[in-house]
T-cell receptor
């Protein structure tokens, strides 16, 4: 059974810092891995999708990497801004469904 | 249009009430999903519909009853809920059941349910 863990659970940084969020998964038989953002009480917004055959994806200040062999993915956020404050969830896509990680609550201080 | 809409945004109900949550998408997706998310927890899958047929039921109690009347609409009927069922209920859709590396789900904003 797939288990997805995210470290750290919470993170508070000053504006402008570069930061890394970590995601670990136990079963490497995935179709893809996706990073989502969730604002309090809101739905999920897709940030980046890394296909199982890819190593990384980039969008603006965000870069996500995937190492299937070690069961790890990282989300790198450059030059963080207060507007980046949210919960970040990674999710692995297996047979017909996503398994979500435990999430990292990020707060960027102005 | 890559939007999934959900109504209502908020719902408060008593344990003896019957209510329904509604989800709609017009992207031509043939798979639709219900998730339940408790505070500070990740979403947990409840049901999956594919081509308007129930494909996956993650052992959800019968007080939750899903319905997919057509390819654009997904309902979740609620009856005799418990206070511990209070949560954010998220709907999602995808082109087909997730089975390709490029497949992704699109999520709605959720319905915040409170059971008194």
């Amino acid at each position: 059974k797939q288990e997805v863990t995210q470290i750290p659970a919470a993170l508070s940084v000053p504006e402008g810092e570069n930061l890394v969020l970590n995601c670990s998964f136990t079963d490497s038989a995935i179709y893809n891995l996706q990073w989502f953002r969730q604002d309090p009480g809101k739905g999920l917004t897709s940030l980046l999708l890394i296909q199982s055959s890819q190593r990384e994806q980039t969008s603006g200040r965000l870069n996500a990497s995937l190492d299937k062999s070690s069961g790890r993915s990282t989300l790198y956020i450059a030059a963080s801004q207060p507007g980046d404050s949210a919960t970040y969830l990674c999710a692995t896509s297996g047979t017909y469904k996503y398994i979500f990680g435990t999430g990292t609550r990020l707060k960027v201080l102005a | 249009d890559t939007e999934v809409t959900q109504t209502p945004k908020h719902l408060v109900m008593g344990m003896t009430n019957k209510k329904s949550l509604k989800c709609e998408q017009h992207m031509g997706h043939r798979a639709m999903y219900w998730y339940k998310q408790k505070a500070k927890k990740p979403p947990e899958l409840m049901f999956v519909y594919s081509y308007e047929k129930l494909s996956i039921n993650e052992s959800v109690p019968s007080r939750f009853s899903p319905e997919c009347p057509n390819s654009s609409l997904l309902n979740l009927h609620l009856h005799a809920l418990q206070p511990e069922d209070s949560a954010l209920y998220l709907c999602a859709s995808s082109q087909e059941l997730l089975a390709l590396s490029t497949d992704t789900q699109y999520f709605g904003p959720g319905t915040r349910l409170t059971v008194l």
